[in-house]
């Protein structure tokens, strides 16, 4: 944010209440908070402990001109050595919970049981700091169909439904009646599932927001039916995708009828490191922190493969990972 000074944050902290600025931590390392243990100091690092009080304080922050960054479980984003200015928002255990519940009476599928009668659907709110790997496994316990795809894929609920998250045919946005959000400004806002915009890998928003919790509208199924599937989606994700090393998921989207993977594979560069990141052995679409890797290193890298894959097969990557904080003309562009 134009104008915004570190001192800055000093005047937006005596303008909370105890209660806000005891859940404000200072030169907070991000390496702790992402996936990939990569990132330098945020200015202030906050953890809201319940939904007014996120409210309030990201309305304070907008008065006092503090730049905002949401984070969610922090696996698709790399931040910079250089850290974050101004708030980093992640939310915590209070926003960590399933509602599971009926559907009210009258919303009912078309599908039917061998016995004729409507399958009806199940709502189940979840707090978006839930793991979606937890959300799936309780879903899948209570034979409840619609979010089996996604058995394996990491992060939080929240962040899973800004990035359209899926795998094996199946996304995320498929199964979400609605959300609930706060924007920058501070304002707590309802979307509906309708008016959510999902294409691939991606929701459409006019504004930033942080997803604060989410509905889901999931299927009665068995318990007996949908652990085969999980387990399989499971064992595929173990097969082909780099265990053991700190990651943040694929970097690129795949382009349109190929697989960012493969194309970097055709490049030569699978294996190819610049200092502690290397291009996973594994999966060409994945660059793993092999040893105190930078961000600088991971960057490298990135620019490399869509070089490279441009180059050869003159398709250029579009990054699935999100940079995050302060880098350079040079690191930023893509």
Not at 62 to 81: E, H, K, M, Q, Y
Not at 201 to 209: H, S, V
Not at 304 to 320: A, D, F, T
Request: glycine fraction near 12%; include cysteine; aromatic fraction near 6%.
């Amino acid at each position: 944010m134009r104008g915004y000074r570190t001192e800055d944050s000093k005047a937006f902290l005596r303008t909370l209440n105890e209660g806000a600025r005891a859940a404000i931590r200072s030169c907070e390392p991000m390496s702790r908070h992402t996936s990939f243990r990569i990132g330098g100091p945020a200015d202030l690092f906050f953890e809201p402990p319940d939904l007014n009080v996120l409210a309030d304080t990201l309305k304070a922050a907008a008065n006092a001109g503090v730049p905002v960054v949401f984070l969610g479980g922090g696996t698709n984003v790399l931040v910079s050595d250089a850290g974050i200015r101004g708030l980093v928002v992640r939310l915590g255990k209070a926003f960590d919970f399933r509602r599971w519940g009926e559907a009210p009476a009258g919303d009912a599928e078309q599908e039917c049981t061998a016995s004729s009668r409507p399958r009806e659907a199940v709502a189940v709110r979840a707090g978006a700091a839930t793991p979606l790997s937890r959300l799936v496994r309780e879903a899948v316990e209570r034979g409840l169909a619609g979010l089996e795809f996604a058995a394996g894929i990491p992060g939080s609920v929240g962040g899973a439904v800004l990035m359209n998250a899926g795998a094996f045919g199946g996304e995320i946005g498929d199964a979400i009646a609605g959300i609930e959000a706060v924007a920058e400004d501070g304002e707590i806002v309802a979307l509906q599932g309708e008016d959510l915009k999902f294409s691939y890998r991606k929701l459409a928003l006019d504004r930033p927001i942080m997803v604060t919790s989410v509905s889901f509208r999931l299927r009665h199924s068995s318990v007996g039916r949908l652990k085969p599937v999980v387990e399989a989606a499971q064992k595929k994700r173990r097969k082909h995708q780099p265990l053991g090393y700190p990651n943040a998921g694929s970097v690129f989207r795949n382009p349109p009828n190929d697989y960012a993977g493969k194309l970097v594979e055709r490049t030569g560069l699978k294996g190819t490191m610049v200092g502690g990141a290397q291009i996973s052995t594994d999966h060409a679409n994945f660059i793993v922190n092999v040893g105190a890797a930078s961000a600088a290193d991971v960057r490298t890298l990135m620019r490399r493969m869509q070089e490279e894959v441009w180059r050869k097969s003159g398709i250029w990557l579009e990054p699935e990972v999100r940079l995050v904080g302060e880098w350079d003309g040079a690191e930023a562009a893509f």
